[in-house]
């Protein structure tokens, strides 16, 4: 069992560069591969970055490739999301999830953590 709580969000201004931590419960936290995703008012929970269980491996969504940089730190039980350059468009509730595979699919994620808004202004 892996208990996920996300802080980090709030408002921000277009622009700017806020991140966002993960914090995880339980020591297999470094076996999972971690993730983040966003879901907008009216619109599906989407893929944002995800980060191999060593941290060696990252992969990103298209629109933030390039503006944010996923990270981990296993000896804290954290994963982190370094969101630069936001746009208005970021807007969301962002989620942290682990799975046992470094995927993209959102179905092959079992544990979510319970999400911080991230609402940027222009």
């Known amino acids: 069992q892996v208990q996920l709580v996300e802080s980090g969000g709030g408002l921000v201004q277009a622009g700017g560069s806020p991140r966002l931590s993960c914090a995880a419960s339980?020591?297999?936290?470094?076996?999972?591969?971690m993730g983040w995703f966003r879901q907008a008012p009216g619109k599906e929970r989407g893929f944002v970055a995800v980060?191999?269980?060593?941290?060696?491996?990252?992969n990103y969504a298209d629109s933030v490739k390039g503006r944010f940089t996923i990270s981990r730190d296993n000896a804290k039980n954290t994963v982190y999301l370094q969101m630069n350059s936001l746009k208005p468009e970021d807007t969301a509730v962002y989620y942290c999830?682990?799975?046992?595979?470094?995927?993209?699919?959102?179905?092959?994620?079992?544990?979510w953590g319970q999400g911080t808004q991230v609402t940027v202004s222009s």
């Open positions: 999830a682990a799975s046992l595979k470094t995927t993209s699919r959102r179905t092959d994620y079992v544990y």
């Open positions: 339980g020591r297999t936290f470094s076996t999972y591969g």
């Open positions: 980060i191999s269980s060593s941290g060696v491996y990252t």
